[in-house]
Nanobody, 122 residues
Framework: QKQLVESGGGLVQPGGSLRLSCAAS????????MGWVRQAPGKEREVVSC????????YYADSVKGRFTISLDNAENTVHLQMNSLKSEDTAVYYC???????????????WGQGTQVTVSS
């Protein structure tokens, strides 16, 4: 059974940092892209960052470039998203997703985690 389990969300002040983790089970990760999609109230869903496990290539939304870093721990089948210099507009529910078609199709994935809330507020 394929499963994605997220952790690491929470409340942080503007300028602060958080690290999200997504542990995957039941996947042969070599054939998947994995990443994070966020949904904020009243806003469209946005693919934040993604890594194609087959070749290590990464994608970042323009809104997070230079602030967020995605990484893969192959031994633990876990993807991490290090989020620095957080802004209020980063507030959203962050969902981990995995898709065999690659990062460009991540928001259409059939495989999602339960979501973790990130709130950036003073």
């Amino acid at each position: 059974q394929k499963q994605l389990v997220e952790s690491g969300g929470g409340l942080v002040q503007p300028g602060g940092s958080l690290r999200l983790s997504c542990a995957a089970s039941g996947f042969i990760l070599d054939y998947y892209a994995m990443g994070w999609v966020r949904q904020a109230p009243g806003k469209e869903r946005e693919v934040v960052s993604c890594i194609d496990v087959s070749d290590g290539s990464t994608y970042y939304a323009d809104s997070v470039k230079g602030r967020f870093t995605i990484s893969l721990d192959n031994a633990e089948n876990t993807v991490h998203l290090q989020m620095n210099s957080l802004k209020s507009e980063d507030t959203a529910v962050y969902y981990c997703a995995a898709d065999p078609r690659g990062c460009l199709e991540l928001d259409l994935s059939d495989h999602w985690g339960q979501g973790t809330q990130v709130t950036v507020s003073s």
